[in-house]
């Protein structure tokens, strides 16, 4: 039941020699006080004082062998901010000014009231309480202080910038001493490469009571630079006006030189690297070029001398006639696709060196499909294929270098005979942005939709006559010839025939 009245949790020195006044006082401040030492003559209170942590004493005057005054003058010498309460049955103005002089902080006149000697202790409870969390707060402060201090270049400076207090890190780095520090405003840090618009921002925003951060380059004494990042706040009064300012910094100069040195070795990396590709494409353009034009010479003998016997042996009458004609027929068409791949390449190079140039005129597209088509009918016929054509306009045009959209075409459609599974849909329409040309087939597909525009690349494919036919050229070449026609090109998958759908966006005559 006691222990749930305790108010006061010190230690008190309790100093009576009258044993009854003692007796009673000491029942009533052991239910309100947890710890309570007591004491009969100012010598033993002394001696406990000594060897104890008291937090209060409470002393009477008149004792034995040394009085209450004496005793606190000697307490008072160990611990001149000891908190005393003085009760005392002798209104005496001597021992009142003597109380006085020795900063006890109550005089209670006996007998003693119990609500006078609480409320005393009470007012002294909470100084006590007030101090004990002082202390712990600036301890607290202290190792904050220490922690900052050691880690960060830290200032001060009044409300016109003038240096009002450096740590020992900002003289450190630095190089300057305290004293040609303070009273000096911040410039005499600021480095020459800093742009005045960056303090002029950095001015601006303190003064409107915001938290400025950045980076700054600083000048030492010697004339050497170092990079904080700094932090400054503005710190305000009760009334809300600016009374200084704190800047916090953290020394990032072997940070930032690194960084800048990494960038500096990527950048050159990156150059050797974009050299050597330079260096890898021109050798590679001109290897391609050289071998097309060493391939044409003998491709065009093969095609004329092709030509030529097949005139020849038609007008030969013998059994195997129609079989050496099959097979030249073969030789000779063999020899125009191979030919085609040859100026394939050899546009793709002028098309990769800006060295193409382009006839630009109005055609309708219906007729370049129809030569196409007339290019391609035999084999369609051969094949089987069940090629359909929808136009859906009359007598429009179409803006674009001819002979190219022929040739982008051309590829199209050969690329739909050899992959589809004979059947072909051609189709053009109408729309706001221009003639949507489209051509679907229903082969297999295409899975590598993006990477099958690249040189010399086939889409991979359990049909091994698909990857058998193909060489990698023509669709690269399609698509260099749309960059460089401007024109939208568009791969997806045909919903109406189940293979490839290339869909092509002209420009219309205006």
């Known amino acids: 039941m006691q222990k749930s009245q305790i ?62 005054l004496d005793m606190l003058e000697k307490i008072k010498e160990i611990n001149n901010s000891i908190p005393v309460i003085v009760t005392t049955a002798f209104d005496d103005q001597e021992y009142f000014l003597k109380s006085i002089d020795l900063n006890v902080d109550k005089y209670i006149i006996k007998p003693t009231s119990v609500k006078k000697l609480d409320e005393a202790i009470g007012y002294i409870y909470e100084q006590f309480k007030l101090k004990k969390e002082n202390r712990e707060q600036q301890v607290l402060l202290d190792e904050y202080k220490y922690a900052i201090d050691t880690s960060l270049i830290v200032s001060k400076a009044n409300p016109k910038g003038i ?75 009760k009334n809300k006006n600016i009374k200084e300012f704190i800047s916090l910094r953290q020394d990032v100069t072997d940070f930032v030189k690194m960084g800048r040195k990494l960038q500096e ?47 020849r042996v038609a007008k030969v009458d013998f059994k195997a006639r129609e079989q050496v004609v099959d097979m030249l027929e073969v030789v000779k068409e063999n020899g125009h696709d191979m030919l085609d791949v040859v100026n394939n390449i050899l546009d793709i190079s002028k098309l990769k060196a800006n060295k193409m140039n382009f006839l630009l005129s109005n055609f309708d597209i219906k007729d370049a499909v129809d030569d196409i088509l007339k290019k391609y009918s035999s084999l369609v016929e051969k094949e089987s294929i069940d090629l359909t054509c929808d136009f859906f306009h009359d007598n ?33 329409k109408l729309d706001k942005n221009g003639l949507i040309f489209t051509i679907e087939d229903n082969g297999n597909g295409i899975k590598n939709k993006t990477g099958i525009f690249d040189l010399f690349e086939q889409e991979e494919s359990d049909d091994m006559t698909r990857t058998a036919k193909g060489t990698g050229v023509g669709l690269h070449f399609v698509k260099l010839l749309c960059d460089g026609l401007s024109i939208d090109m568009v791969l997806d998958d045909s919903q109406k025939l189940g293979g490839a759908r290339f869909t092509l966006l002209f420009l219309i005559e205006e």
């Open 7 to 68: 108010k006061y949790n010190f230690k008190v020195l309790y100093v009576e020699d009258d044993e009854l006044i003692s007796k009673a006082t000491l029942r009533f401040l052991k239910r309100i006080v947890k710890d309570v030492l007591v004491a009969h003559d100012g010598l033993d209170g002394l001696n406990i004082f000594k060897n104890e942590n008291i937090d209060l004493v409470i002393t009477d005057i008149m004792m034995p062998k040394m009085n209450g």
């Open 396 to 428: 429009v045009k179409i803006k674009s270098d001819k002979n190219r959209v022929k040739q982008l075409l051309s590829n199209l459609i050969s690329n739909a005979i050899k992959y589809g599974n004979g059947k072909i849909n051609i189709s053009t």
């Open 163 to 237: 240096i009002t207090y450096v740590n020992d890190k900002f003289c450190e780095i630095s190089g300057y001493d305290r004293e040609e520090l303070i009273g000096k405003p911040h410039n005499i840090v600021r480095h020459k490469d800093m742009s005045s618009d960056i303090f002029k921002i950095l001015w601006e925003t303190i003064k409107s009571k915001q938290i400025w951060r950045g980076r700054v380059t600083n000048q030492k004494r010697d004339g050497g630079e170092y990079i904080v990042e700094t932090i400054i706040l503005p710190l305000l009064d």
């Open 265 to 311: 070795e990527q950048n050159k990396q990156k150059e050797q690297e974009k050299r050597h590709f330079q260096e890898l494409n021109q050798t590679k353009d001109s290897f391609l070029v050289v071998f097309t034009h060493e391939l044409k010479t003998p491709l065009n003998a093969i095609i004329n001398f092709a030509s030529f016997a097949i005139r």
